[in-house]
C-alpha cells in the first residue's frame, strides 16, 4: 500500500515546472529555523526529516550529490551513520576479473538511487521521472515553503471543481490538479524521539532535511559572514579613531 502511494511521487515533480509557482496560490507560511541571518538548522527536526525521506520518499527520489558520511553533519553518530549506510548495496568494480559487483554501502558512499537508469524510473512511475531531491528546495520558486505545501495541500475539491480521472486535488499545485494522491498519513513513520508524526509534523521535518541537503554549509557561511562583518565593525572603529588622532592636530 505503501510502496503505491511513494511510487506516485514521481507526478507532483514531473508535472511541475522548474520553479513554477501559480501567483493566484497561496503558499503556507512557516517560521523555518533556518531563515534569516540567525537562523540555523534544527538537528532533531533534520533526523526526523532524514527519517521521513528514507521510509517514504528515497523508495522514488534520489539524494544524488549526498553520501552517508555527510549526516553526522545532522547529529547522526558515525557508528549509526556506519550501520545505515551497510543495510544498502552499492554497485562496485571492476574486480581482478574485470567484472562489476555489488557490496554493502560504506560512509564514503553516496546514497544508492532508487532506480538503475531513467527508462526503469518511467516504467515504475506511469510514464512520469522522479527528479532527485537533493537541490529540490533551490529548484521550486517557493523554496522551503513550495514543498511543505505542496505535502500538505492536498483536500477535497470543491463541488464545481472538474477533477480529472485518476488526479487528486492540492491547494498549492498550479491547477489543483496533481496525480500523486497524499504520500504522507498520520503515523506513517515513527518518530525515534518519540514526536508525533502527524502530517503537518512529517511534512515541515522532511521540508527542513531537503533545505539542509540543498544547502549543507549554510550554518557555517552565516557564521563566517557574522564574524566578517563584526570584524568589518572593529575595523572601522579603529580606522575612524585613528583618523581622529592623525588630524586632531591639523585641526
Known amino acids: 500500500m505503501r510502496g503505491a502511494i511513494i511510487a506516485a511521487m514521481a507526478a507532483l515533480w514531473a508535472l511541475a515546472p522548474m520553479g513554477a509557482v501559480a501567483a493566484e496560490h497561496e503558499l503556507p507560511s512557516r517560521d523555518w529555523s533556518f531563515e534569516g541571518v540567525f537562523g540555523r538548522y534544527d538537528k532533531a527536526a533534520l533526523q526526523r526529516g532524514f527519517q521521513v525521506y ?60 532508487p532506480y538503475p537508469n531513467a527508462p526503469a524510473a518511467r516504467v515504475a512511475n506511469n510514464g512520469a521521472l522522479p527528479p532527485d531531491l537533493n537541490l529540490i528546495v533551490k529548484a521550486r520558486e517557493g523554496g522551503a515553503d513550495y514543498v511543505y505545501g505542496i505535502l500538505t495541500g492536498f483536500t477535497d475539491p470543491p463541488e464545481d471543481f472538474d477533477l480529472g480521472e485518476g488526479m487528486n486535488y492540492n491547494t498549492v499545485f498550479p491547477g489543483n490538479q496533481i496525480a500523486m494522491p497524499p504520500p504522507l498519513f498520520d503515523k506513517a513513520v515513527e518518530y525515534a524521539d518519540g514526536t508525533e508524526a502527524s502530517v503537518p509534523q512529517m511534512a515541515a521535518d522532511v521540508t527542513e532535511f531537503l533545505a539542509w541537503a540543498a544547502e549543507p554549509k ?15 565593525i572593529v575595523l572601522t572603529i579603529l580606522f575612524y579613531a585613528t583618523k581622529r588622532k592623525i588630524w586632531a592636530k591639523a585641526h
Open 218 to 232: 549554510m550554518d557555517e557561511r552565516k557564521q563566517l559572514g557574522i564574524k566578517v562583518i563584526l570584524f568589518l
Open 54 to 113: 528514507r521510509e517514504v520518499c528515497s523508495n522514488c527520489h534520489g539524494m544524488r550529490y549526498l553520501a552517508f558520511r555527510n549526516l553526522t553533519e545532522i547529529g547522526i553518530s558515525a557508528a549509526d551513520v556506519k550501520a545505515i549506510a551497510a543495510e544498502y548495496e552499492v554497485e562496485d568494480g571492476p574486480n581482478d576479473e574485470g567484472e562489476m559487483f555489488t557490496r554493502p554501502a560504506r560512509p564514503s558512499d553516496l546514497f544508492p538511487q
